[in-house]
């Protein structure tokens, strides 16, 4: 099966830049989904296709994907960011299976 | 605007059934794959099962492979996801979301419902 390797956790002060990886094998080769989880609300889709945003999604939400690493990348970030973070891909192997990485618990400090 | 609503969740015995079905509006149902995803309690978003717009195509995860029967009735604007000899560990809220697609299959998943509860006890 394909796995997806997340940091747990991520920290970082109000107004500073916050980077979130997902590691796995060619990555790149993939197309790669990111989406923002508070708890008890439902996932919102925050960059799709590596570095695409959503209609509504501010330009401070931004993603890069090569090699065997995909970062999704928050500038200036705000306390309402805080929240977790989840990558997405779709694996095919014999059949097409979803897999998701672990999830990151951005805090803001 | 676009909604996706589940229900059908609740508290069942080990051993036992569930049907979940989830409701899209604002948008034709016909037009998007429609995925599940379940969250455990205090784990990460899984994966589930999708199932293609015309519902010719249908895969499951390892875990509910078997154990789990995906459909959908685009006439009702409606996805289900029939869940049977439900163990402890299907205890989540579990998801719906609209994937658009392309000749590649599914894509991101851009609209998601607020989840319904499964529990399932000993």
């Known amino acids: 099966s394909y ?17 979130i990886t997902c590691g796995g094998d060619k990555i790149g080769s993939k197309s790669v989904h990111w989406y923002q989880k508070h708890p008890g609300q439902a996932p919102v889709l925050v960059v799709f296709d590596d570095s695409d ?25 705000e306390v309402g960011d805080e929240a977790d973070y989840y990558c997405h891909v779709w694996h095919r192997s014999g059949d097409l299976l979803g897999v998701f990485g672990g999830g990151t618990k951005l805090t803001v400090l | 605007q ?8 609740g508290l069942v015995e080990a051993g036992g059934s569930l049907r979940l079905s989830c409701i899209g509006s604002g948008f034709s149902l016909s037009d998007y794959y429609m ?6 309690p205090g784990k990460g978003l899984e994966w589930i099962s999708y199932i293609s717009s015309r519902g010719s ?20 604007q409606s996805v289900f996801l029939q869940l049977n000899s439900l163990r402890v560990e299907d205890t989540a809220v579990y ?3 609209t994937s658009y697609y392309d000749s590649g299959g599914p894509r991101a998943f851009d609209f998601w419902g607020q989840g319904t509860v499964v529990t399932v006890s000993s």
């Not at chain 1, 796995?3 to 980077?19: F, H, M, Y």
């Not at chain 1, 999604?57 to 690493?69: A, L, V």
């Not at chain 2, 676009?2 to 969740?9: L, M, P």
Request: aromatic share 6%; proline share 5%; net charge positive.
């Open chain 2, 35 to 40: 995925s599940w995803i379940r969250q455990a």
């Open chain 1, 3 to 19: 796995v997806l390797t997340q940091e747990p956790s991520v920290s970082v002060a109000p107004g500073q830049t916050a980077r």
């Open chain 2, 95 to 97: 998801y719906c979301a």
């Open chain 2, 57 to 76: 195509t249908k895969n499951y995860a390892d875990s509910l492979k078997g154990r789990a029967t995906i459909s959908r009735d685009n006439a009702q």
């Open chain 2, 2 to 9: 676009v909604q996706v609503v589940e229900s059908g969740g």
């Open chain 1, 53 to 77: 945003r959503p209609s509504g999604i501010p330009d401070r939400f931004s993603g890069s994907n090569s090699g065997n690493t995909a970062t999704l990348t928050i500038s200036r970030v």
